[in-house]
T-cell receptor, first 111, second 115 residues
Framework: QKEVEQNSGPLSVPEGAIASLNCTYS??????FFWYRQYSGKSPELIMS????GDKEDGRFTAQLNKASQYVSLLIRDSQPSDSATYLC???????????FGRGTSLIVHP | DTAVSQTPKYLVTQMGNDKSIKCEQN?????MYWYKQDSKKFLKIMFS???????INETVPNRFSPKSPDKAHLNLHINSLELGDSAVYFC??????????????FGSGTQLSVL
């Protein structure tokens, strides 16, 4: 069974710092990797997706993928209090096309 | 217009009751899902439904059953509710289950509380 692991946190960073969120996965055949942000009481929303090894940047967000190490990360530069949320890593492909989610990492950005 | 809508937003009921949660998407997507999110934020797949093919997570009790009258709707029926069923249930959709880079669009969730 496909597993996706994340540190539940909370990860606390000061405003303006870089927040680093990590995720590992068990299925070597996984092909697509997603980061969803979920504010308290709200539904998850996609913020980044990555499909090939390396870095992908979108504004303040950078996703990093290393398939050999089965590791995907999300960097948030210049963190803002509005970034405080739970970040969910999701993995797709390999044995199943149904996205499998990690338990999420709670991020707190304090002023 | 809400892309994926689910009702009700809150559902409070007694143990042993039967209840339903409705989900509709207006995105023209072919695949719909039901996820359960527990108190620790773990999103666990329950079902996916694509072109009349149902994929069931084998850990889901058979008290839970999805019903899809058409590809825009995937309702969730729960029989004989138990305390452990209390959670937030999210409906989601994607264009096509066969395309691995398809993102999920989530509904706003249904907070189910079983007393």
């Amino acid at each position: 069974q496909k597993e996706v692991e994340q540190n539940s946190g909370p990860l606390s960073v000061p405003e303006g710092a870089i927040a680093s969120l990590n995720c590992t996965y068990s299925d070597r055949g996984s092909q697509s990797f997603f980061w969803y942000r979920q504010y308290s009481g709200k539904s998850p929303e996609l913020i980044m997706s990555i499909y090939s090894n390396g870095d992908k940047e979108d504004g303040r967000f950078t996703a990093q993928l290393n398939k050999a190490s089965q590791y995907v990360s999300l960097l948030i530069r210049d963190s803002q209090p509005s970034d405080s949320a739970t970040y969910l890593c999701a993995v797709r492909g390999g044995g199943s096309y149904i996205p499998t989610f990690g338990r999420g990492t709670s991020l707190i950005v304090h002023p | 217009d809400t892309a994926v809508s689910q009702t009700p937003k809150y559902l409070v009921t007694q143990m042993g009751n039967d209840k339903s949660i409705k989900c509709e998407q207006n995105l023209g997507h072919d695949t719909m899902y039901w996820y359960k999110q527990d108190s620790k934020k773990f999103l666990k797949i329950m079902f996916s439904y694509n072109n009349k093919e149902l994929i069931i997570n084998e850990t889901v009790p058979n008290r839970f059953s999805p019903k899809s009258p058409d590809k825009a709707h995937l309702n969730l029926h729960i029989n004989s509710l138990e305390l452990g069923d209390s959670a937030v249930y999210f409906c989601a959709s994607s264009q096509d289950i066969g395309t691995v880079n398809e993102k999920l669009f989530f509904g706003s969730g249904t907070q189910l509380s079983v007393l």
